[in-house]
């Protein structure tokens, strides 16, 4: 999970490189062994942050979450019950359609509303994942500071754009489709909000210099007790480039027949 770059993928309709698994991936499954590993200032940001996203009751109560992911396809995740829905159109202009388990990794698959099988399914369902694993770590990094398999080190402050920033420099132990990224998360010592990360892939050499964006439009989603916050919009520190996630939704509870069926 990482701090961001460009590269594109031969996937048809993967924007970014794939990063750490979320909770109740199938890696994760696998591998019963990861533990947290974060020295005590780190952990006490980390926590931090969490408090001022809503805190973990209210995370743990989130049910539902759709967003779109730079305006290419739109994910919903049952987050309790491990199911996913991802729609959107490839290159070829096909409108596709994934329904998955994201604990057995099994699931079924549409093109232009005709339900496919065999190898194109498999394919599908894999992309699917991807798509997943890539895009929530998007939308959901601060909240997986303190996830097993990640090592949290904290790496002193910094004065940027007149804030003051704590710095969490996140690796990982084995997790994730790209467990040799490394992402610094920069957190508003006044608010507690990650505003900023960077991050180098594990293609990339030791010394190149991580790719930073901003995190912008933190906002509250929704209801009563139970509001957390997201940020919409992600922002490279150069202006070259603009990713939005937004609409987003967040509910306690789940439509009849999302992941059913077409």
């Known amino acids: 999970m990482h701090p961001t770059h460009a590269r594109r993928r031969a996937a048809p309709y993967l924007l970014v490189p794939l990063v750490t698994t979320l909770l109740l991936t199938a890696a994760a499954a696998a591998d019963p062994t990861p533990r947290v590993d974060a020295d005590p200032q780190a952990r006490a940001v980390a926590e931090r942050v969490l408090d001022a996203l809503g805190g973990a009751a209210a995370w743990d109560h989130v049910r539902l979450l759709r967003f779109d992911f730079a305006g290419r396809r739109t994910h919903y995740w049952d987050k309790q019950h491990g199911l996913h829905r991802v729609e959107g159109t490839d290159r ?6 994934v329904i998955e388990n994201l ?21 599908l369902l894999e992309l699917a994942y991807g798509a997943w694993v ?14 097993p398999g990640v090592h949290l080190r904290y790496d002193g402050s910094v004065e940027l754009d007149a804030q003051t920033y704590d710095v969490l420099q996140l690796t990982f132990a084995g997790v994730g489709l790209t467990p040799g990224d490394r992402y610094w998360a920069y957190v508003d010592r006044e608010t507690g909000l990650m505003d900023r990360w960077a991050y180098r892939l594990q293609s990339q ?7 930073a964006w901003l995190w912008q439009g933190w906002s509250w989603y929704g209801e009563g007790d139970h509001r957390v916050r997201l940020a919409p919009t992600r922002t490279q520190v150069d202006g070259e480039r603009v990713l939005n996630l937004a609409p987003i939704e967040v509910s306690a509870e789940v439509p009849p027949g999302l992941f059913d069926a077409p």
């Not at 890539?134 to 996830?147: A, E, G, R, S, V």
């Not at 050499?205 to 790719?211: G, H, K, L, Y």
């Open 134 to 147: 890539n895009d929530t770590y998007w939308l959901l990094m601060p909240y997986k500071l303190l996830d």
């Open 92 to 97: 070829d202009g096909q409108h596709y359609l």
């Open 103 to 123: 604990s057995t990794r099994q699931g079924r698959a549409w093109l232009d509303g005709q339900e496919v099988r065999g190898e194109k399914a498999a394919e």
């Open 205 to 211: 050499p030791e010394d190149a210099d991580p790719t």
